[in-house]
């Protein structure tokens, strides 16, 4: 069936289904980063304030790094970057909006 025959409640039910994987995948990056660079983990969380914001920045793109992602690099061995980013990033106690953070994109 084309995508154009498709029905949007398909679409619908497939968006979401993608989206719970996605946040499973943040949430496992987090988890890596926890088990594998604990003192980074803690300071990103400290950072980004929960969880879920440190699972999206650990794997969004940084045009600082090429596009890579702050996970790219440390699966190429580079945790100083990671750790240079972080440091660029606005804690969320410093930001005006408590809802965003410079994350240094």
Not at 5 to 27: G, N
Request: hydrophobic share 40%; aromatic share 6%; glycine share 6%.
């Amino acid at each position: 069936m084309g995508i154009a025959a498709r029905k949007f409640e398909e679409i619908a039910s497939d968006i979401a289904r993608v989206a719970t994987w996605r946040e499973e995948l943040l949430s496992s990056a987090l988890d890596a980063l926890e088990s594998r660079h604990p003192k980074l983990a803690q300071a990103l969380l400290e950072n980004v304030g929960n969880r879920r914001r440190a699972g999206h920045w650990i794997c969004a793109p940084h045009r600082a790094y090429g596009g890579k992602s702050p996970c790219e690099l440390l699966a190429d061995g580079d945790e100083d970057s990671v750790w240079d980013l972080l440091d660029g990033a606005t804690p969320v106690e410093a930001s005006c909006d408590k809802t965003r953070t410079n994350l240094a994109y």
